[in-house]
């Protein structure tokens, strides 16, 4: 089966290459629009993720990794809180666990 580079995964994929490459803008942007097509709670985790440990400060946006975060299962919610944890500590995903 050929995949599509519009198809969710193909999407998802690219936008976790991009971070790692440091492009956190266009990762964001790619897995935004994967997620307006297979809204996938691991998909939600890594858009959580990035969005709450992003390098680029302009770019976190907590409000938002915790709307993608609060109606997901307490197993899976733990899960991003621990992903969160092992990613870089700042004061901001300090404040962002000690909300829940």
Not at 34 to 52: F, G, M, N, S, Y
Not at 87 to 94: L, P, Y
Request: hydrophobic content about 45%; overall charge negative.
């Amino acid at each position: 089966m050929a995949m599509r580079p519009g198809e969710p995964a193909v999407l998802w994929s690219l936008g976790l290459s991009q971070y790692m490459l440091g492009d956190s803008q266009q990762a964001i942007a790619l897995l935004k629009e994967a997620l307006t097509k297979q809204p996938a709670d691991a998909l939600k985790l890594d858009l959580a993720w990035i969005l709450v440990t992003c390098p680029e400060q302009p770019l976190r946006d907590t409000s938002l990794a915790r709307q993608l975060i609060e109606p997901l299962p307490d197993s899976e919610k733990k899960q991003a809180i621990l992903k969160i944890i092992t990613g870089d500590q700042t004061v901001t995903e300090r404040r962002l666990l000690q909300s829940w």
